[in-house]
């Protein structure tokens, strides 16, 4: 529960436990006018999106300041958002998953981060690992791998960087030799988000020449001889869930366990990514959401030299600004989804449009929120800080900002 919510001036967590911004039912004007996330919504993107916001409010809120202090990994929670489709948002129904859409995802991640930013952006790379293979595995795969990701019975890790490959992620070095009917798999990869907890591991390593095209995928199971962990770092935000290096010593994985062709791997990561950058905007959409509201509620409470603080003409500007960034970000990442959605050719640079300025709109935001609360905003009994510290991590993974940019411009003069 998070310390004196009710009792200190400008924390005001009782209305985000409530789920004010949460999209109001119809015939009800909504609660946060024209900030409201569900604008622009059909009704059943309306009432998914509406059960997203109840299951932050009541299950992550009360929670996420422990689970940031006490670097908790809430597995009982997640399983419960796992039994209402949120494991497996766009994995096929016929190996358990929701079969829904790049939209609906970005709605509930968007919501779920509302409640615990850092708790749903692991969730979104689970889900992305779950898409992987059931985008690209055979039906074996599929019936074997998908079924508990999508109840979370067991979690998934994402394995692509590695210590000496963070943004060129194509010269990797993690080597799988073929012997027999197994890859020995030799090398390490770092920041993996849930290394150490999750079950399934996501691998890209070089079964073949250097560059891309001698990159493929397996599936690493824990428990495998050969596999283990580095300790588990120390992060700035991002506490909900373990961040550990994954190595590889004389790791034999069954040939089985290879998703897709050999040379295939890189291929599939960035089919992962796409979705995946679009995933952890819409996590700092929600962080910037939440800050927003909070410091609705803090203008109106908050009183300097005899004046609520929401009189003052420049905090209201301050104000405007951040909710016209929100909306920005929004529709820029809705966007890039039904792009993603369709397949269309525009679609990865919209995706990494989408990243690049929502999650460096989003983090202005909450660092904005925090500024505007004043001192009371670096304190830990108030959740504004804990936004800005969670969402300050999406502007360097899943692809940095820098290679976002690289990107686009790519796009724009190859076209």
């Not at 919504?41 to 059960?51: I, P, V």
């Not at 009541?58 to 796992?82: L, Q, S, T």
């Not at 019936?143 to 990701?149: A, D, E, I, V, Y």
């Amino acid at each position: 529960m998070l310390r004196g919510c009710c009792h200190r001036v400008g924390a005001r967590l009782c209305g985000l436990r409530r789920g004010l911004w949460a999209p109001a039912k119809s015939g009800r004007r909504g609660v946060v006018s024209c900030i409201d996330p569900s604008a622009g919504l059909n009704e059943e993107q309306k009432e998914l999106q509406r059960m997203a916001f109840k299951f932050a409010a009541k299950e992550m809120v009360p929670n996420m300041a422990e689970w940031d202090e006490k670097e908790v990994f809430p597995v009982d929670i997640m399983r419960k958002a796992a039994q209402l489709g949120f494991a497996g948002v766009y994995v096929q129904t016929d190996v358990g998953g929701s079969g829904l859409s790049r939209l609906d995802a970005s709605l509930i991640f968007e919501a779920l981060a509302t409640g615990c930013t850092s708790t749903t952006a692991y969730m979104s790379i689970h889900n992305m690992c779950a898409w992987m293979i059931d985008a690209f595995g055979n039906e074996e795969q599929r019936h074997r791998f998908c079924p508990p990701l999508c109840t979370m019975e067991k979690f998934a890790a994402y394995c692509l960087t590695e210590p000496g490959s963070g943004s060129d992620a194509a010269s990797l070095l993690t080597s799988a030799k073929q012997r027999g009917r197994h890859y020995i798999l030799n090398g390490s990869k770092a920041f993996i988000s849930a290394g150490g907890e999750a079950d399934i591991y996501v691998v890209m390593c070089r079964t073949g020449e250097p560059g891309p095209k001698g990159i493929s995928c397996v599936v690493v199971e824990k428990g495998t001889p050969g596999l283990s962990f580095g300790r588990k770092e120390k992060k700035m935000g991002w506490n909900s869930h373990p961040t550990r290096a994954v190595i590889f010593e004389d790791c034999a994985v069954p040939v089985a366990n290879r998703i897709g062709d050999e040379g295939q791997g890189f291929l599939i990561a960035m089919r992962g990514l796409n979705g995946g950058r679009i995933n952890v905007a819409s996590c700092s959409l929600g962080a910037a959401h939440a800050s927003v509201i909070l410091t609705l509620d803090h203008l109106k409470v908050r009183k300097q030299f005899g004046k609520p603080l929401a009189s003052n003409q420049y905090l209201q500007f301050k104000l405007a600004d951040m909710a016209a960034r929100l909306v920005a970000s929004r529709l820029m990442i809705r966007n890039a989804a039904v792009a993603l959605q369709e397949e269309r050719e525009d679609a990865v640079a919209l995706c990494s449009m989408a990243k690049l300025f929502a999650t460096d709109e989003c983090f202005e935001i909450c660092n904005q929120a925090l500024q505007m609360h004043g001192g009371y905003g670096y304190l830990k009994d108030y959740a504004v800080q804990q936004y800005v510290r969670d969402s300050r991590v999406h502007q360097i993974l899943e692809g940095s900002n820098e290679v976002m940019r690289m990107l686009i411009s790519r796009s724009l003069l190859q076209g």
